[in-house]
C-alpha cells in the first residue's frame, strides 16, 4: 500500500469514522480528482451511500451558495472538501455542521502533505492543540516576535480558543486536514505591530520579495513588498475595508507536519505562528464577508501574559 493509499484509509475510518449505514458527500475540482478518487475508492468499500461531486471552481469560490448544493451539504452524514479554494469559512459550510454534519477540509493539499498524515500521531497532536486552545482562552494578550522583523502585540482577552484536532467523529464538528492548530479571535480593532508573512497570501519562502503588513487599530492598514504586496492590496479590495481585519490568531501544533510552502501545512507545523485577515464568522466575530487568507510566520516566539510558549520555532511551555 503506498503513502497515498494508507493516507486515504486513515482520512476515512479514523479522521472522519464513517461508518456503514452512514451517507458520504465528496466534493473536488479538477485539479484535486486525483486523490477525491481515491478517497471515494476507500470510502465505497466501506458505504454504497458515497457521492463525489465537482461543483466548479466558480461555484466554490462564490461560497457554494447555489442553493440545492448547500441543502445537499447539509443532508448527508459527513463531507469531506478537496479543492482548490477553502471551504472552511463558507456559510454553507457552517450551515451544514449546525446541521450536524461532519464535516473535513483540505483546501489546495499538495501530494506531500496529503501522503503525510499517513503517519502522524493524531491523538498527540489533538491533546496539544486543546492544551493550548484552554491556554488561549485564559490569556489577555498575545506577543508575536521573530527574526525575520515581525514584532506583534495583540489583545485577546474575552474570546474563545479553538482547537483543528484532525478527527471528526461527533455530529457538527469541522477540522482541516493535515491538522494541528489552536487559534482565537482577537479583540476588535486592538492588534498593533509588524506582520512579515513567510508563506501564503501570495507569497512562497523562496521570493526574494518581502511581504510586510503594518498593523493599526487591529487592521492592515499598509501592506508593502513589491509585486505580492501590489497582488494582496489588489485582492482585498476587491471586498472592501473589513477585508483587512485580522481575523484570527493560529498557533501550529503538528511536530509531524513539515515546512513546505503551503500555508494549509506550514500554519500546522509546531513553532510556528499565523495570522488572517478577513472572515471571522467561525471564531465568533461578526464579520461576514467571503475571503479568509492567512500568512504564517516561521520559527516564531510566541509570548502569552509575559510566558513564553515558543522560543524561536521551539515550545518551552513546560
Same mark, same amino acid.
Not at 476515512?12 to 469514522?17: D, P
Not at 483546501?107 to 501530494?111: A, C, F, G, V, Y
Not at 475571503?291 to 516564531?300: F, K, M, P, R, T
Given at each position: 500500500m503506498t503513502k497515498m493509499e494508507k493516507a486515504a484509509q486513515r482520512i476515512?475510518?479514523?479522521? !472522519?469514522?464513517l461508518g456503514k449505514n452512514e451517507s458520504l458527500l465528496i466534493l473536488a475540482d479538477e485539479p484535486m480528482q486525483e486523490k477525491a478518487e481515491l478517497l471515494h475508492r476507500v470510502a465505497t468499500k466501506i458505504? *454504497? /451511500?458515497?457521492?463525489?461531486?465537482?461543483?466548479? *471552481?466558480?461555484s466554490i469560490a462564490a461560497g457554494l451558495d447555489f442553493a440545492p448544493l448547500a441543502l445537499y451539504m447539509q443532508s448527508v452524514s459527513a463531507l469531506i472538501a478537496i479543492t482548490t479554494c477553502s471551504i472552511s469559512h463558507t456559510e454553507a459550510r457552517r450551515k451544514a455542521c449546525q446541521k450536524g454534519v461532519r464535516c473535513l477540509s483540505m483546501?489546495? !493539499?499538495?501530494?506531500p502533505s496529503f501522503a503525510r498524515i499517513a503517519?502522524?500521531?493524531?491523538? *498527540?497532536?489533538?491533546?496539544l492543540s486543546m492544551k493550548l486552545r484552554d491556554i488561549l482562552t485564559i490569556?489577555?494578550?498575545a506577543r508575536i516576535q521573530s527574526a525575520n522583523?515581525?514584532?506583534l502585540r495583540i489583545p485577546i482577552a474575552g474570546n474563545n480558543g479553538s482547537a483543528d484536532l484532525g478527527m471528526v467523529l461527533e455530529p457538527g464538528e469541522f477540522s482541516n486536514l493535515p491538522a494541528g492548530e489552536a487559534s482565537i479571535m482577537p479583540e476588535d480593532g486592538k492588534a498593533e505591530g509588524i506582520w512579515i508573512v513567510d508563506s501564503g497570501m501570495g507569497r512562497n519562502p523562496q521570493d526574494k520579495e518581502s511581504l510586510v503588513l503594518t498593523i493599526r487599530d487591529g487592521r492592515a492598514a499598509r501592506i508593502t513588498g513589491g509585486r505580492i504586496a501590489q497582488s494582496l492590496s489588489r485582492r482585498l479590495s476587491h471586498y472592501g475595508a473589513d477585508a483587512r481585519i485580522v481575523a484570527e490568531l493560529g498557533v501550529g501544533t503538528n511536530s509531524?507536519?513539515?515546512l513546505c510552502g503551503s500555508p494549509l501545512e506550514d500554519e500546522k507545523v509546531l513553532g510556528t505562528v499565523h495570522l488572517a485577515l478577513g472572515n471571522n464568522v467561525s471564531f465568533g466575530g461578526t464579520n461576514q464577508i467571503p475571503?479568509?487568507?492567512?500568512?504564517? !510566520?516561521? /520559527?516564531?516566539t510566541l509570548t502569552l501574559d509575559g510566558k513564553e510558549i515558543l522560543n524561536n520555532g521551539r515550545w518551552v511551555l513546560q
Open positions: 476515512i475510518r479514523e479522521c !472522519i469514522g458505504s *454504497k /451511500n458515497v457521492s463525489l461531486l465537482y461543483p466548479g *471552481k466558480a483546501p489546495n !493539499i499538495l501530494d503517519d502522524f500521531d493524531i491523538k *498527540k497532536v489533538a491533546r490569556a489577555k494578550e522583523g515581525t514584532d509531524f507536519a513539515k475571503i479568509h487568507l492567512d500568512g504564517v !510566520i516561521y /520559527n516564531a
